[in-house]
């Protein structure tokens, strides 16, 4: 008898899926379910009832209120989402290199763009307006004017010659 019950319990443990949750963007929580991302339908004082995101998946998922697993209920009518999960973070770290590469590459920048710079770490970031010419600088040091334009910078300092006061730039390249 003893024998019978750990090997139900061994066969409940290693049908039961591996879960975690997140909040979506819109800050409502989900649940990933061994690639299948469900919805939070309804809560009571014990019961949490999840439902598949896919419209027309019938298949829900119960959990306690600690969220511990419950039970199944239903077949999925899909395939799996593990891509889905997997995009996700992708561009997330996407955005980030992107943040990194437009500092990197003196792209310029618009009023939104830094007034969110301006967030990131004002201890250390400094914001030079020279009539409509902004220079960032990441670091502690100030920024020194130069009369040379290098061929990096050209595109992003062209509106700057247009400027008045402003022809002491060259067109000299490094």
Not at 48 to 56: E, G, P, V
Not at 95 to 115: C, H, T, W, Y
Request: net charge neutral.
């Amino acid at each position: 008898m003893a024998e019978a019950f750990v090997t139900l319990t061994s066969e409940i443990q290693a049908k039961s899926p591996s879960i975690s949750f997140i909040n979506s963007n819109k800050e409502k929580p989900l649940l990933f379910a061994d690639d299948y991302t469900f919805k939070l339908n309804k809560i009571t004082t014990t019961t949490k009832y999840w439902i598949c995101t896919i419209k027309d998946c019938a298949t829900k998922v119960h959990t306690d209120s600690n969220n511990g697993l419950m039970k199944s209920v239903g077949n999925h009518s899909h395939l799996p989402e593990k891509e889905k999960h997997e995009v996700l973070y992708r561009d997330i770290d996407d955005d980030i290199q992107m943040s990194e590469f437009a500092l990197k590459k003196n792209v310029p920048l618009g009023f939104a763009d830094l007034r969110l710079l301006a967030t990131v770490e004002l201890q250390i970031l400094h914001v030079y307006d020279k009539s409509r010419v902004v220079v960032l600088s990441i670091d502690s040091e100030k920024i020194r004017d130069t009369r040379t334009v290098s061929q990096d910078t050209q595109r992003s300092l062209i509106s700057a010659r247009r400027c008045k006061d402003l022809d002491g730039y060259s067109q000299q390249f490094d």
